[in-house]
């Protein structure tokens, strides 16, 4: 099935850019949010970006009306959905929210549209059944900032058709992603877990006293060539947010005690970028 009406529910740090990003790669989008004032605030960076965009030569001003044309913001689910081949969800990672609202997408949404969530960490079938059709369903996951990372991973049900996995792959490359493929369901899909083995030994190697933070990020960027190292990843993702997961798998029996300096800097506030200092000290003005 092509696709060519694209809807993402949810226009928070995630929503916001999937939805532009596939405005700006030609696809008619609406975006829908039930939380008050979230599309306006979305419409007004919309334009932001767009006018950056237009400022820099990198598109025509008539490019960037085209976009916005294309770009709908709509407060009722049902409109939004109504005529979309395929629906993003995109809200907050609460598994009962992310189930309610997707028992209610299915019904509102045409038959044979295709359901995806972006979900980090809830698999498919922990979702799939509240659609009714879950060979229509799977995971469909971005990267933060969703406009710019050129990753997503397309995680397969047990009960994905592969028809909606061929059109999710052609999707992709049409919003100019390249799609890697998690074949069989998996807690973390593929490149959070690589980054979980990565952080597991960077916090062993920091706590233990064998080398410093800024010394273990070196290693993975002139030793592996990674373009970031491990911490200064985390403070990019959050400190809070790397915080919580680890919590919730100490909780849930699937990994050790989330590492004193992270609980530490999460503690004094000191969260990463967006607060300025986490492992480093970042100028954010
Ligand atoms: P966010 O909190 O920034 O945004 C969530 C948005 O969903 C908010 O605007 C909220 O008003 C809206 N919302 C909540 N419940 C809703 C409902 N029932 N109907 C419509 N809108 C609703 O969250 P985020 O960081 O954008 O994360 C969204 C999803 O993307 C999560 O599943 C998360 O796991 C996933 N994800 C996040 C990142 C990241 O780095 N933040 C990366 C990859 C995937």
Redesign the pocket.
């Known amino acids: 099935m092509e696709i060519k009406r694209v809807t993402v ?7 916001q850019q999937i939805a532009l990003n596939a405005a700006v790669k030609g696809f008619d989008t609406t975006l ?4 008050p004032g ?1 599309l306006d605030k979305v419409a007004t960076w919309s334009k932001g970006y767009l006018d950056g965009r237009v400022a820099k030569g990198k598109m025509t001003s008539e490019e960037a009306a085209t976009i916005t044309k294309r770009f709908h913001m709509v407060e009722s ?1 049902e409109a939004a959905v109504a005529e979309a081949d395929l629906v993003i969800e ?4 609460v598994l009962d ?1 992310k189930k309610e ?1 997707l028992a209610k997408v299915a019904k509102m949404a045409p038959a044979n549209a295709i359901i995806v ?5 809830f698999v498919p079938s922990s979702m799939a059944a509240a659609t009714g059709k879950p060979e229509k369903f799977a995971n469909l ?4 900032p969703a406009l710019h990372m050129d990753l997503v991973e397309i995680v397969v049900g047990p009960q994905s058709s592969p028809e909606t996995i061929k059109s999710l792959v052609s999707f992709a490359a049409k919003i100019g992603k390249q799609a890697i493929t998690v074949q069989k369901e998996i807690e973390g899909f593929i490149v959070n877990r690589l980054f979980g083995a990565l952080t597991t030994e960077a916090w062993f190697l920091v706590e233990n006293g064998y080398a410093t933070v800024e010394d273990i990020d070196t290693a993975a960027e002139k030793g592996l060539g990674h373009p970031m190292g491990a911490f200064r990843t985390m403070d990019l ?1 959050g400190l809070d947010t790397i915080y919580s997961i680890r919590l919730a798998k100490y909780k849930a029996g699937t990994g050790a005690t989330p590492p004193k300096i992270l609980e530490e800097k999460v503690k004094k506030g000191e969260l990463g970028r967006k607060t300025g200092k986490g492992f480093y000290t970042y100028d954010n003005k």
């Open positions: 529910i949810g226009g928070g740090t995630m929503g829908t949010d039930s939380f979230v689910l995109a809200i907050v990672e929210a609202l969530s972006n979900s980090s960490t996951h971005y990267f933060n993702a």
